[in-house]
């Protein structure tokens, strides 16, 4: 008798929870679903307030051109929304923008960001805490979104959290190709070679299904994404990178000694630079693969080398060379400087690295005397935003040539010149920045000024403002 009586108390106890407490718990449970389904999409009365988001996964701050997308969506009054990592500072025009909002990706915590793992793990965990971070800040922390331009590569995981984003929410894709990610992870070695097949499966399969309009930096690159291979199957518009209006040339000599004995990096040498006694040349890089700085350090040693017993050209000018920018391979390239430096390889050069402000390093490209660009296209069709800039600030360009869209920007003998091995940029540097070559740098320059002339706003409000749905105002 005393287990029934024992069952039935607690069953009596468990019905009496239940009424009292119960429908607490059901409530919760809706509550909790209903919090846990994403708003979608609404247009709202004032198109204006209709929201756009730009993805980057990756420094906004070094997406120059997901910047500028962003500053001409906020021009036109309207809301945008970016998503991306927060590590280097934005472009002044986004910061305390009413129009703008960042919504900052998490960084990767140590354990993976140092990459000391095992391969078969490091991947994974990367991708799988990048997918978590990405899809919570787009489908839960922003406000859904009318168009979501999207910055590619990197492909994974952003494709495929992007188009069930935009399917749940009830937004449009346009994805901006500024290169292939395939392609660039083919230049990572042999223990990334088994994934690259992979790679370039998912980048196309779930292109084709993402998005409503595509923009291709080159009209080469949007030929192959319309066609052959790649077939996306939707509007392919060629928007080519133009300068911001914080790159302009300097059109006086007092405005240069301003600029070159502010800047920490020129400040010693700024009365040489201006008397000609000392070349200045820049580069701007990401320090990644895709551009070889042993060309450009070889180039130099040569050029700083003795000169052949029969050599009756003037003697070479010495050089300060400022390397901009930050990324992997920085130290390795800096540790060989210093070697090169100390060994007495390179006389009459000086080569330092820098990373500046955005309106610094504007100013320091107006300064100078040639800009450089090492970049290797990993998939032949993208063009170097740097050297889009250098135009913008006046600056003449030689440029490593060796790909099929090279001829879209840098116009041979008109506002720059192409070289594609060590020694061809050697004999570049020696004629450009001798006496001798004072007329033809200085034509250069014009060509650089005049080309630098189209910029971003003209050209962003021709080719995107109509897809998104603004238009002209």
């Given at each position: 008798?005393i ?35 994403p ?39 309207k ?8 590590e ?28 000391n ?14 997918f978590?971070?990405l899809?919570e ?9 009318e ?8 492909s994974?995981?952003?494709?495929h ?21 395939h392609?660039?992870l ?38 192959q ?10 509007p ?13 040339p ?23 630079i ?38 009756e ?10 390397i901009?920018?930050?990324?992997p391979?920085?130290k ?21 690295s ?76 020696k004629r ?23 910029r ?9 403002a ?8």
């Open positions: 008798m287990i029934p009586f024992i069952l039935s108390v607690i069953a009596g106890g468990l019905f009496v929870f239940a009424v009292s407490y119960g429908w607490r718990f059901v409530s919760w449970v809706v509550h909790g679903l209903r919090h846990s389904w708003t979608k999409f609404k247009p709202a009365e004032d198109p204006k307030d209709n929201h756009v988001q730009i993805l980057v996964l990756g420094d906004i701050g070094r997406s120059p051109r997901m910047q500028y997308h962003a500053l001409s969506i906020a021009r036109h009054g809301k945008v929304d970016i998503i991306a990592l927060k280097t500072a934005r472009h002044p025009d986004l910061i305390g923008n009413p129009n703008a909002t960042l919504y900052a990706l998490d960084p990767l915590p140590e354990w993976l960001a140092w990459n793992l095992n391969f078969v793990i490091q991947i994974p965990g990367k991708v799988l805490y990048q978590w971070t899809f800040r787009m489908m839960y922390t922003a406000p859904a979104a168009w979501i331009i999207i910055q590619n590569p990197p994974i995981p952003t494709f959290v992007a188009l069930f984003v935009a399917w749940m929410r009830g937004s449009k894709v346009v994805i901006d190709w500024h290169n292939y990610g392609t660039i083919a230049q990572k070695g042999k223990m990334y070679a088994p994934l690259v097949a992979m790679y370039r499966w998912y980048e196309f399969f779930f292109g084709r299904h993402l998005c409503n309009a595509n923009l291709a930096v080159t009209e080469a690159m949007a030929k994404l319309e066609g052959g291979k790649f077939k996306l199957g939707k392919v518009y060629t928007l080519h990178d133009r300068p911001a209006a914080i790159f302009q300097i059109t006086s000599r007092k405005e240069r000694e301003e600029v070159l004995m502010r800047i920490p990096e020129t400040k010693d040498q700024a009365q040489d201006l008397d000609g006694n000392v070349r200045l040349i820049v580069s701007s890089t990401s320090w990644t693969p895709d551009e070889d700085f042993t060309i450009l350090l070889s180039a130099l040693v040569a050029y700083a080398g003795p000169r052949e017993v029969d050599d050209s003037e003697p070479a000018s010495p050089i300060l060379a400022i901009t920018g930050k990324g391979q920085r390795l390239y800096m540790d060989k400087v210093k070697e090169l430096t100390d060994s007495g390889r390179l006389p009459g050069v000086k080569i330092v820098a990373w500046l402000s955005n309106r610094d390093y504007a100013q320091l490209l107006a300064a100078a005397d040639l800009g450089i660009s090492l970049h290797k296209s990993s998939s032949g069709v993208d063009l170097p935003m740097k050297v889009v800039d250098m135009f913008g600030a006046g600056l003449p360009v030689a440029a490593y040539s060796k790909f099929e869209s090279f001829g879209e920007l840098v116009k041979e003998g008109v506002n720059g010149c192409g070289f594609e091995t060590d020694s061809g940029l050697n004999i570049l540097l450009l920045l001798s006496a001798d070559g004072a007329e033809e740098l200085a034509k250069l320059k014009q060509g650089a000024i005049k080309e630098g002339s189209q971003w706003d003209a050209e962003w409000d021709r080719v995107v109509p897809i998104i749905g603004l238009g002209k105002e």
